[in-house]
């Protein structure tokens, strides 16, 4: 595997440059399609008192208007907790949530339709802001805390204290493929159901719950997303649950592509937070106290909100190692629409408060915040437990900066930017080092789990099902490289199948960066099991000839599409004449697998466990150059030096390191959402809400992975990829501030927040400019 | 008026195609050529990822003949495209690029180039991307960063970080714009020119949208007469959002992207006139040496899709207070020249402007070009644009200045034009009534900053607060002292 790890490309790269790859609003079916189309609140708070729809049930073309009386099954689609109706009842709770469902022979006609619809509302003042939510006491859920050591015992003790509050913003996914299903009825009950989701599983529960059939009736299937972020891992089971209901009351295929603006309203994001802090540190900066509150915006209803939230209360620590701690988490209910997994998934919020805060203690103190970073690390023998109580075992991240501090010739770069910002008024540079440490595993135990499908056919090609989904992120790539690994075959006799609910169950979400973990444990499961008989068959064709010294199944080796004795190569046979044989004397050339992670486990109540398989680590170095007059920032160079273990598909995982930080980078400076007081967004369509374009990136970007690493007990010793690099962005984030500070020669902290939009940074350069006159 | 025709042609796969309004009933003069490539079975690849001319997934190559008749690819936004401005042209989508030898199939060196380098990730934007850079391959050898990166502005994606297709570009771009297509390119020059010789105006009737493509500028006025109501297209990148966005079904319209006669530049001694339906793309080369000010605001204007669509008639048409180059246009004291079926006028760009998006265009005329005078040596113009993001984004706040200086260093005129402060492009005329006769120095400027802070009440909207856009505008005022002392 390893020789050919890196000449190994996207099992889908020449059919997506070729225009080949099927979407599912790429799909033909037979005639007789209709289109579906969702009809939402156009208020976030407001009562239903009537509404009408027998114009648009009449005009030509219409096949089918529902309303939550049509609901053959329950009225709900909440994914954890069942607070979220499918279709709104009495009452409606944000701007963009669905009401009604069109079906119509083309687009058009559906669009019609919805104009004849008539809906009187009673409407309420909602509410659209956290600080409006807190003070309303309007709280989610119960809060999640975690503590260790006697937080405000230490702060009283502590030398200096800083407090400050920080705002991070929502994102907006803005995968390129907005919510699409496609479900086509079968005989009697049955749905075929073609949705871009990251959780087939839970589609499947969902549409079979909304249409009150058992969930054997129902096949979800998923090719490939044209991208999903987390906003596809429960979001995607609304459009489903939408066009099931369509199409199993019209008889008829209906599809349901949302239209991008329509998806930015509808949808959910990234939950932005407020958090205030305390911090408390020596003269050195080392940190002694550290108290924190987080609030995240929840939105209308719970999704996976307690979730983000636990993992954002789990990484307030990011890379430091803090003695006295207390963290306190609260989701908050807002008449916004419900905010969901983002990349990150909380940690990055959790994050972005201690690495300002870090920043701030560095400015206080006078120092370069590298010098606090460094120090406040978790340690390798001692000072290295997470306020969770797990162990941060294999710590890398001394080495990483090691490594990265001088690849990136920091402290001479450093001495560079003091003397152009010495002589520059109108342009000042900054730069920033930060690192992440981010756990790896689903905070929720008993997602730890995945299934898989191994076929081999009798022509020796072979078949992969497995629970995990393609969303762009080389999942299929690297499982297909793991089954050749396994079976000693080259790649192209290996096909990983469309994600299929009745090929491998009960699977859990991919996200949470688990996918290649969990499924590639799968496969290898699957393909051990297969192995049994095929050595079984080679042992008993290489001993047919009785040597002295027979083979022994335990030294066969699958190898270079031959399988053979390594004792003694000549007793030889093709994989692919084995297979044959095999099938011959009656083996099963087909197994499951399946994998749950080992020893995971947290309370809740204590805030107490081993939530975390492992840890990854990655730290990056950023350089940039604002424009004090207009608060344009460029980006001059980035430097990423990322563990991924031993890695399956170095440029795969590069593709995901680049790409995480740049999406990072987005949410950090120019992707701000803005919502009005009626709770109406203003940025729903990229012409208003930017994420980053191809000059956004690093003028000068350098990726690179940790050598030599390999990880312990995982799949070829490789770590997980998907979510930890977006968090290196923050290296950009703290570059901008120090920037923002030099204005003022550091002496001044600058009011600061996430994304650091031009108007942010220039509103900021403002007060300090009228601060230090 | 020229003999009229009821059928649009084009080039798709090799061959003409003829498309007939009156008997297709799934097809309107609006649809987009997005929709239509789509609605056919081997044409998925080209994908709708906003449906505004924001991203690019939709991006296909236009081949079409210049004003010289020479053939040019050109990469656009098929969301933004009404299928009659495709009329008489060669469209190329992400399938014609790849050829097959037997049973083999062989990638374009532009897609070969995206697989090695791991150019795609999710997929979804990769056809739009592949289609750029084929623009690209075709346009230029060893393009620098920078032309890689102007190519790529119009096209998202949000999985890869865009590093690995900036590779891809730079390394498919290295055959003198050498491939299949080229082999074919005289024959297809040929059946484009032979086919522009028997154009003829055409006129669309639908039951519920007429739609005329004159290609002249004779039969363009006779029509505007008698359909004084018709909207005016030539790019549609802004209009073509009412279609594709509000499903709005405009009833009239006449589109002028095919008359050559307003794609021209002429230079007298004293300016440079400027021909309406000339895009954006192609004034920027022009004027990259005469006008540096209009070049570089061009620069960052939408993307090269919008810029090979957009004409400088649409974009003074419109009348936007966030028009790019109206900033500049009135700096330097442009004239707008109209004409009607009898008879022509010129006005002053800035009494041309009459309100947000008002125009003194009456309801007979035309814009026929727009004249810009040369800048005097004596005189500095600069531009300047404030946006969230570089680039593919709308003016937060634009300005233009325009300033020339006695030998003693003393102001002895100045323009300052800002866009995105009032409904309308604005003059600071209290600001620069305050810089006449003074100084040009840095406590002039500071003084100036605090009339320019207030002369204006900007809105706050999705962009940014009004707040921003003061601040923004006051700091432009000493960016370009700055740039000037």
Same mark, same amino acid.
């Given at each position: 595997?390893?020789?050919?790890?890196?000449?190994?490309?996207?099992?889908?790269?020449?059919?997506?440059?070729?225009?080949?790859?099927?979407?599912?609003?790429?799909?033909?079916?037979?005639?007789?399609?209709?289109?579906?189309?969702?009809?939402?609140?156009?208020?976030?708070?407001?009562?239903?008192?009537?509404?009408?729809?027998?114009?648009?049930?009449?005009?030509?073309?219409?096949?089918?208007?529902?309303?939550?009386?049509?609901?053959?099954?329950?009225?709900?689609?909440?994914?954890?907790?069942?607070?979220?109706?499918?279709?709104?009842?009495?009452?409606?709770?944000?701007?963009?949530?669905?009401?009604?469902?069109?079906?119509?022979?083309?687009?058009?006609?559906?669009?019609?339709?919805?104009?004849?619809?008539?809906?009187?509302?009673?409407?309420?003042?909602?509410?659209?802001?956290?600080?409006?939510?807190?003070?309303?006491?309007?709280?989610?859920?119960?809060?999640?805390?975690?503590?260790?050591?006697?937080?405000?015992?230490?702060?009283?003790?502590?030398?200096?204290?800083?407090?400050?509050?920080?705002?991070?913003?929502?994102?907006?996914?803005?995968?390129?493929?907005?919510?699409?299903?496609?479900?086509?009825?079968?005989?009697?009950?049955?749905?075929?159901?073609?949705?871009?989701?990251?959780?087939?599983?839970?589609?499947?529960?969902?549409?079979?719950?909304?249409?009150?059939?058992?969930?054997?009736?129902?096949?979800?299937?998923?090719?490939?997303?044209?991208?999903?972020?987390?906003?596809?891992?429960?979001?995607?089971?609304?459009?489903?649950?939408?066009?099931?209901?369509?199409?199993?009351?019209?008889?008829?295929?209906?599809?349901?592509?949302?239209?991008?603006?329509?998806?930015?309203?509808?949808?959910?994001?990234?939950?932005?937070?407020?958090?205030?802090?305390?911090?408390?540190?020596?003269?050195?900066?080392?940190?002694?106290?550290?108290?924190?509150?987080?609030?995240?915006?929840?939105?209308?209803?719970?999704?996976?909100?307690?979730?983000?939230?636990?993992?954002?209360?789990?990484?307030?620590?990011?890379?430091?190692?803090?003695?006295?701690?207390?963290?306190?988490?609260?989701?908050?209910?807002?008449?916004?629409?419900?905010?969901?997994?983002?990349?990150?998934?909380?940690?990055?919020?959790?994050?972005?408060?201690?690495?300002?805060?870090?920043?701030?203690?560095?400015?206080?103190?006078?120092?370069?915040?590298?010098?606090?970073?460094?120090?406040?690390?978790?340690?390798?023998?001692?000072?290295?437990?997470?306020?969770?109580?797990?162990?941060?075992?294999?710590?890398?991240?001394?080495?990483?900066?090691?490594?990265?501090?001088?690849?990136?010739?920091?402290?001479?770069?450093?001495?560079?930017?003091?003397?152009?910002?010495?002589?520059?008024?109108?342009?000042?540079?900054?730069?920033?080092?930060?690192?992440?440490?981010?756990?790896?595993?689903?905070?929720?135990?008993?997602?730890?789990?995945?299934?898989?499908?191994?076929?081999?056919?009798?022509?020796?090609?072979?078949?992969?099902?497995?629970?995990?989904?393609?969303?762009?992120?080389?999942?299929?790539?690297?499982?297909?490289?793991?089954?050749?690994?396994?079976?000693?075959?080259?790649?192209?006799?290996?096909?990983?199948?469309?994600?299929?609910?009745?090929?491998?169950?009960?699977?859990?979400?991919?996200?949470?960066?688990?996918?290649?973990?969990?499924?590639?444990?799968?496969?290898?499961?699957?393909?051990?099991?297969?192995?049994?008989?095929?050595?079984?068959?080679?042992?008993?064709?290489?001993?047919?000839?009785?040597?002295?010294?027979?083979?022994?199944?335990?030294?066969?080796?699958?190898?270079?599409?031959?399988?053979?004795?390594?004792?003694?190569?000549?007793?030889?046979?093709?994989?692919?004449?084995?297979?044959?044989?095999?099938?011959?004397?009656?083996?099963?050339?087909?197994?499951?697998?399946?994998?749950?992670?080992?020893?995971?486990?947290?309370?809740?109540?204590?805030?107490?466990?081993?939530?975390?398989?492992?840890?990854?680590?990655?730290?990056?170095?950023?350089?940039?150059?604002?424009?004090?007059?207009?608060?344009?920032?460029?980006?001059?160079?980035?430097?990423?030096?990322?563990?991924?273990?031993?890695?399956?598909?170095?440029?795969?995982?590069?593709?995901?390191?680049?790409?995480?930080?740049?999406?990072?980078?987005?949410?950090?400076?120019?992707?701000?959402?803005?919502?009005?007081?009626?709770?109406?967004?203003?940025?729903?369509?990229?012409?208003?809400?930017?994420?980053?374009?191809?000059?956004?990136?690093?003028?000068?970007?350098?990726?690179?992975?940790?050598?030599?690493?390999?990880?312990?007990?995982?799949?070829?010793?490789?770590?997980?990829?998907?979510?930890?690099?977006?968090?290196?962005?923050?290296?950009?984030?703290?570059?901008?501030?120090?920037?923002?500070?030099?204005?003022?020669?550091?002496?001044?902290?600058?009011?600061?927040?996430?994304?650091?939009?031009?108007?942010?940074?220039?509103?900021?350069?403002?007060?300090?400019?009228?601060?230090?006159? | 008026?020229?003999?009229?025709?009821?059928?649009?042609?084009?080039?798709?796969?090799?061959?003409?195609?003829?498309?007939?309004?009156?008997?297709?009933?799934?097809?309107?003069?609006?649809?987009?050529?997005?929709?239509?490539?789509?609605?056919?079975?081997?044409?998925?690849?080209?994908?709708?990822?906003?449906?505004?001319?924001?991203?690019?997934?939709?991006?296909?190559?236009?081949?079409?003949?210049?004003?010289?008749?020479?053939?040019?690819?050109?990469?656009?936004?098929?969301?933004?495209?009404?299928?009659?401005?495709?009329?008489?042209?060669?469209?190329?989508?992400?399938?014609?690029?790849?050829?097959?030898?037997?049973?083999?199939?062989?990638?374009?060196?532009?897609?070969?180039?995206?697989?090695?380098?791991?150019?795609?990730?999710?997929?979804?934007?990769?056809?739009?991307?592949?289609?750029?850079?084929?623009?690209?391959?075709?346009?230029?050898?060893?393009?620098? $960063?920078? /032309? &890689?990166?102007?190519?790529? =502005?119009?096209?998202?994606? %949000?999985? #890869?970080?865009?590093?690995? @297709? !900036? *590779?891809?570009?730079?390394?498919?771009?290295?055959?003198?714009?050498?491939?299949?297509?080229?082999?074919?390119?005289?024959?297809?020059?040929?059946?484009?020119?032979?086919?522009?010789?028997?154009?003829?105006?055409?006129?669309?009737?639908?039951?519920?949208?007429?739609?005329?493509?004159?290609?002249?500028?004779?039969?363009?006025?006779?029509?505007?007469?008698?359909?004084? $109501?018709? /909207? &005016?297209?030539?790019?549609? =990148?802004?209009?073509?959002? %009412?279609? #594709?966005?509000?499903?709005? @079904? !405009? *009833?009239?319209?006449?589109?002028?992207?095919?008359?050559?006669?307003?794609?021209?530049?002429?230079?007298?001694?004293?300016?440079?006139?400027?021909?309406?339906?000339?895009?954006?793309?192609?004034?920027?080369?022009?004027?990259?040496?005469?006008?540096?000010?209009?070049?570089?605001?061009?620069?960052?204007?939408?993307?090269?899709?919008?810029?090979?669509?957009?004409?400088?008639?649409?974009? &003074?048409?419109?009348?936007?207070?966030?028009?790019?180059?109206?900033?500049?246009?009135?700096?330097?004291?442009?004239?707008?020249?109209?004409?009607?079926?009898?008879?022509?006028?010129?006005?002053?760009?800035?009494?041309?402007?009459?309100?947000?998006?008002?125009?003194?265009?009456?309801?007979?005329?035309?814009?026929?070009?727009?004249?810009?005078?040369?800048?005097?040596?004596?005189?500095?113009?600069?531009?300047?644009?404030?946006?969230?993001?570089?680039?593919?984004?709308?003016?937060?706040?634009?300005?233009?200045?325009?300033?020339?200086?006695?030998?003693?260093?003393?102001?002895?005129?100045?323009?300052?034009?800002?866009?995105?402060?009032?409904?309308?492009?604005?003059?600071?005329?209290?600001?620069?009534?305050?810089?006449?006769?003074?100084?040009?120095?840095?406590?002039?400027?500071?003084?100036?900053?605090?009339?320019?802070?207030?002369?204006?009440?900007?809105?706050?909207?999705?962009?940014?607060?009004?707040?921003?856009?003061?601040?923004?505008?006051?700091?432009?005022?000493?960016?370009?002292?700055?740039?000037?002392?």
């Amino acid at each position: 595997m390893n020789t050919e790890k890196n000449i190994v490309y996207h099992d889908s790269a020449i059919k997506h440059v070729s225009g080949r790859s099927i979407y599912i609003n790429d799909m033909d079916t037979s005639s007789g399609m209709l289109y579906g189309k969702v009809v939402y609140s156009p208020h976030a708070y407001a009562h239903i008192l009537s509404f009408n729809l027998e114009k648009a049930r009449q005009l030509k073309g219409v096949h089918a208007i529902l309303s939550y009386r049509d609901i053959p099954g329950i009225n709900q689609m909440g994914p954890v907790f069942h607070d979220e109706p499918c279709l709104a009842e009495d009452t409606v709770n944000f701007i963009g949530q669905a009401i009604f469902l069109i079906a119509a022979e083309t687009k058009e006609i559906a669009a019609k339709a919805e104009k004849l619809i008539e809906i009187d509302y009673d409407v309420h003042t909602p509410v659209t802001t956290l600080e409006e939510a807190i003070a309303r006491n309007q709280l989610l859920s119960t809060p999640r805390i975690i503590h260790r050591g006697n937080a405000d015992a230490a702060m009283l003790q502590a030398k200096h204290v800083l407090k400050g509050s920080l705002k991070t913003g929502a994102q907006e996914h803005w995968y390129l493929e907005t919510q699409t299903s496609l479900c086509i009825p079968d005989e009697m009950n049955e749905l075929m159901v073609y949705s871009s989701t990251q959780n087939p599983n839970e589609t499947q529960a969902i549409v079979a719950e909304v249409l009150g059939i058992p969930r054997n009736e129902v096949i979800v299937e998923i090719r490939r997303m044209g991208g999903a972020f987390g906003g596809k891992e429960t979001q995607g089971n609304h459009t489903a649950a939408w066009a099931a209901l369509l199409a199993k009351h019209c008889k008829r295929p209906v599809k349901i592509h949302l239209f991008r603006d329509d998806d930015q309203i509808m949808t959910g994001k990234r939950h932005r937070f407020i958090s205030d802090y305390e911090i408390g540190f020596d003269e050195d900066g080392l940190i002694t106290a550290y108290k924190v509150s987080l609030n995240a915006d929840a939105g209308a209803t719970a999704d996976l909100s307690m979730a983000i939230l636990e993992r954002a209360v789990l990484h307030a620590d990011n890379s430091y190692f803090i003695p006295n701690i207390s963290v306190i988490g609260k989701a908050w209910i807002t008449n916004l629409p419900s905010n969901t997994a983002f990349r990150g998934f909380g940690g990055p919020q959790g994050i972005a408060v201690i690495e300002n805060a870090i920043d701030k203690i560095a400015r206080f103190l006078s120092k370069d915040a590298v010098e606090i970073r460094h120090r406040n690390f978790y340690g390798i023998t001692d000072r290295n437990t997470t306020h969770y109580e797990e162990e941060v075992e294999n710590n890398r991240l001394f080495t990483i900066y090691d490594q990265i501090i001088v690849s990136s010739d920091y402290f001479e770069r450093r001495n560079k930017i003091n003397e152009f910002n010495s002589c520059n008024e109108f342009y000042k540079k900054g730069m920033a080092i930060t690192p992440v440490k981010f756990g790896i595993s689903f905070t929720t135990a008993f997602l730890n789990q995945a299934g898989a499908l191994v076929n081999i056919y009798q022509d020796g090609t072979v078949l992969v099902n497995h629970g995990g989904t393609e969303m762009g992120q080389g999942l299929h790539t690297k499982m297909q490289q793991i089954a050749a690994s396994e079976l000693g075959i080259s790649p192209e006799y290996i096909k990983v199948n469309a994600t299929n609910t009745s090929k491998v169950p009960n699977a859990s979400a991919t996200a949470a960066s688990s996918g290649s973990d969990l499924n590639g444990m799968a496969v290898k499961n699957a393909i051990d099991t297969i192995k049994l008989g095929l050595l079984e068959i080679a042992v008993l064709e290489f001993n047919n000839k009785n040597y002295p010294n027979p083979s022994l199944t335990k030294d066969i080796v699958f190898h270079d599409n031959f399988v053979f004795d390594k004792h003694h190569p000549d007793r030889i046979i093709a994989f692919k004449e084995l297979i044959l044989k095999a099938y011959f004397q009656q083996k099963s050339l087909s197994s499951t697998g399946y994998y749950k992670t080992p020893n995971i486990f947290f309370d809740r109540e204590s805030g107490k466990g081993h939530p975390f398989h492992y840890y990854a680590f990655g730290m990056a170095v950023s350089e940039v150059k604002l424009d004090i007059l207009t608060g344009h920032h460029e980006i001059l160079r980035a430097d990423i030096l990322h563990d991924t273990g031993k890695s399956i598909n170095e440029a795969i995982d590069i593709g995901q390191i680049e790409g995480g930080f740049v999406q990072g980078i987005g949410w950090c400076t120019t992707e701000e959402i803005k919502w009005d007081t009626n709770g109406k967004l203003l940025n729903h369509s990229p012409d208003t809400y930017k994420i980053p374009a191809v000059r956004d990136i690093p003028a000068d970007f350098r990726t690179a992975l940790l050598k030599d690493a390999p990880n312990y007990n995982t799949i070829g010793q490789s770590k997980a990829v998907g979510e930890p690099p977006l968090m290196l962005s923050f290296s950009v984030w703290m570059a901008i501030k120090d920037a923002i500070s030099a204005v003022a020669n550091h002496k001044i902290e600058p009011e600061f927040s996430l994304p650091a939009t031009n108007e942010v940074i220039l509103k900021s350069i403002e007060k300090i400019k009228l601060l230090g006159c | 008026m020229t003999t009229v025709s009821d059928k649009i042609c084009f080039i798709l796969d090799n061959e003409w195609v003829e498309l007939d309004f009156m008997h297709t009933a799934s097809l309107r003069p609006v649809t987009t050529l997005l929709n239509f490539l789509r609605s056919l079975p081997n044409h998925k690849g080209v994908k709708e990822g906003c449906a505004e001319g924001d991203c690019g997934a939709c991006t296909v190559v236009v081949a079409e003949l210049n004003t010289n008749n020479q053939l040019e690819y050109k990469a656009i936004d098929s969301c933004l495209v009404f299928l009659p401005m495709i009329h008489g042209k060669q469209i190329i989508c992400v399938e014609n690029l790849e050829q097959h030898i037997g049973k083999e199939i062989q990638l374009h060196p532009v897609q070969q180039m995206m697989v090695e380098n791991n150019g795609s990730q999710c997929g979804y934007c990769t056809p739009g991307i592949v289609m750029s850079i084929f623009a690209l391959f075709k346009n230029h050898q060893l393009p620098e $960063k920078e /032309v &890689i990166e102007d190519a790529l =502005t119009g096209n998202l994606c %949000r999985c #890869t970080g865009y590093k690995p @297709i !900036i *590779d891809a570009a730079a390394k498919a771009c290295i055959h003198n714009g050498k491939d299949h297509f080229s082999e074919k390119q005289d024959i297809i020059t040929k059946q484009l020119i032979d086919f522009k010789k028997e154009n003829k105006t055409i006129i669309l009737k639908h039951t519920e949208q007429l739609y005329m493509l004159p290609q002249n500028l004779k039969d363009a006025l006779a029509l505007r007469k008698q359909y004084p $109501k018709a /909207v &005016i297209i030539s790019g549609a =990148t802004d209009t073509a959002l %009412r279609q #594709t966005k509000k499903g709005e @079904i !405009i *009833d009239q319209i006449i589109d002028l992207s095919q008359i050559d006669e307003l794609k021209r530049f002429e230079n007298t001694d004293k300016s440079m006139l400027v021909g309406s339906s000339l895009t954006l793309e192609k004034i920027k080369t022009e004027v990259q040496k005469s006008f540096p000010a209009l070049s570089n605001i061009l620069k960052i204007f939408g993307s090269l899709q919008i810029r090979n669509l957009a004409t400088i008639g649409g974009n &003074i048409g419109s009348a936007s207070p966030i028009g790019d180059t109206l900033p500049f246009l009135f700096a330097c004291k442009a004239l707008v020249k109209l004409q009607n079926a009898d008879t022509h006028r010129t006005i002053p760009i800035e009494d041309f402007i009459c309100g947000y998006r008002k125009t003194m265009l009456a309801a007979d005329e035309l814009i026929v070009a727009v004249e810009i005078p040369f800048i005097p040596k004596d005189a500095i113009l600069k531009s300047y644009k404030v946006s969230k993001r570089k680039d593919l984004d709308i003016s937060t706040v634009s300005a233009c200045f325009s300033l020339k200086l006695n030998n003693d260093h003393i102001v002895n005129d100045i323009i300052i034009v800002y866009g995105g402060m009032a409904a309308q492009i604005v003059r600071a005329k209290q600001t620069e009534a305050f810089l006449y006769r003074k100084n040009w120095e840095r406590n002039t400027i500071e003084a100036a900053m605090k009339i320019l802070y207030n002369e204006f009440t900007p809105i706050s909207d999705a962009r940014s607060d009004a707040e921003f856009r003061k601040l923004a505008c006051r700091n432009l005022l000493m960016k370009f002292w700055n740039e000037t002392d």
